[in-house]
């Protein structure tokens, strides 16, 4: 009996229990009213004389250990119950991290770069504010010339020289300062104009500016580069070349690409004819070389410039400029595939 009840001692002892049920049911089993040391307790009047000294103090210590380890494990769950509503589950994978996206202007930008960069073309950059020679002089577009209409331009009040520039080939001119032929860059920035904000222009957005320099570069060299460009970036292999005018290329050229007329979405944005301009070129003028220090003999080239968010407008089907700054989270996050 009294060995029975010393393995009650060391059972209780190492009991642990991990849910309120659990212990529920171990206090019922040892000190519930029918429980087993009611029944012990009740024995007693039938252990021998001599023993129920040793009895009485066995049957004690089973009731004090018992009635600690209830009150010991009552705590731990209760304190466990609450880190579980504080922390929630410790041992519960994590959240992922949530990535951001990149802007479609970027993904964009970066895969004209790459496009170019694959037939030789370096990145180089300018600034944003300009004086009116990196922008204006030296393109051949002197003081009252009526072409510095074409673009509505942002001057700084107290310094007309210093502007905000209104293209991005106002970089062709400090690359040539700085760099002599062979020369074969693309400058991608951000470019200001005083415009009126509309679904169709924005006083800032963004343009990529090609240029090439070198002996014996043709018009055949431009239009094959232009041919390559929309080909890699839409998939579209028709181009034509429009005679245009720009004061700093000498013959110059609309470019227009054939998008085809297989959806409506193709009818609204080319407007019922299948073509969509998407880039001004040509081959630089002699001026602007002698401008800049190149001998226009010896040297030629081409340079081209373009839109970056009328081609993601066009790649994405984004119907209004005015989404690419707004920093709406609905219209970012629609990028995150894309890298
Ligand atoms: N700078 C012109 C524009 O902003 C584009 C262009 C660049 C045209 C280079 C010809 C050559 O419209």
Redesign the pocket.
């Known amino acids: 009996m009294l060995d029975k009840v010393k393995e009650l001692i060391v059972e209780v002892g190492y009991f642990n229990a991990s849910t309120k049920e659990e212990l529920e049911t171990f206090r019922i089993k040892y000190l519930g009213s029918k429980g087993l040391l009611k029944d012990l307790f009740a024995e007693f009047k039938n252990v021998d004389a001599d023993l129920r000294k040793d009895f009485g103090q066995a049957l004690n210590t089973l009731k004090k250990t018992a009635e600690d380890k209830v009150i010991e494990l009552t705590a731990i769950l209760e304190k466990s119950v609450e880190e579980k509503t504080i922390y929630g589950d410790l041992t519960r994978p994590s959240e992922p991290i949530e990535l951001g996206s990149r802007h479609p202007i970027s993904i964009v930008k970066n895969r004209i770069i790459e496009v170019f960069n694959r037939i030789g073309f370096t990145v180089s950059e300018g600034p944003e504010i300009e004086d009116d020679w990196h922008n204006f002089s030296a393109l051949n577009l002197p003081e009252y010339h009526p072409a510095r209409d074409?673009?509505d331009t942002f001057f700084i009040e107290q310094n007309p020289d210093i502007l905000l520039r209104?293209?991005?080939?106002s970089v062709?001119v400090r690359y040539m300062e700085k760099n002599q032929p062979p020369i074969r860059t693309i400058s991608p920035g951000r470019?200001f104009r005083n415009e009126d904000i509309s679904a169709r222009a924005h006083c800032i957005f963004h343009?990529v500016?090609?240029l090439y320099i070198d002996t014996d570069v043709s018009f055949a060299d431009l239009k094959q580069t232009l041919l390559y460009f929309t080909k890699e970036m839409f998939g579209k292999s028709k181009i034509r070349l429009r005679p245009s005018y720009?004061p700093?290329?000498e013959p110059?050229a609309e470019v227009d690409i054939y998008w085809g007329l297989e959806t409506e979405i193709d009818y609204r944005i080319t407007k019922g004819t299948g073509w969509l301009e998407i880039?001004?070129?040509?081959m630089v003028d002699p001026n602007v070389l002698k401008n800049c220090n190149i001998d226009p003999i010896k040297y030629s080239g081409y340079?081209?410039?373009?839109?970056i968010e009328r081609i993601a407008m066009l790649l994405y089907q984004i119907p209004d400029i005015r989404m690419f700054y707004e920093n709406d989270k609905r219209f970012l996050e629609q990028f995150k595939s894309i890298i």
């Open positions: 074409m673009q209104t293209h991005t080939s062709q470019v343009q500016e090609g720009f700093f290329t110059s880039m001004g070129c040509g340079a081209f410039g373009m839109g």
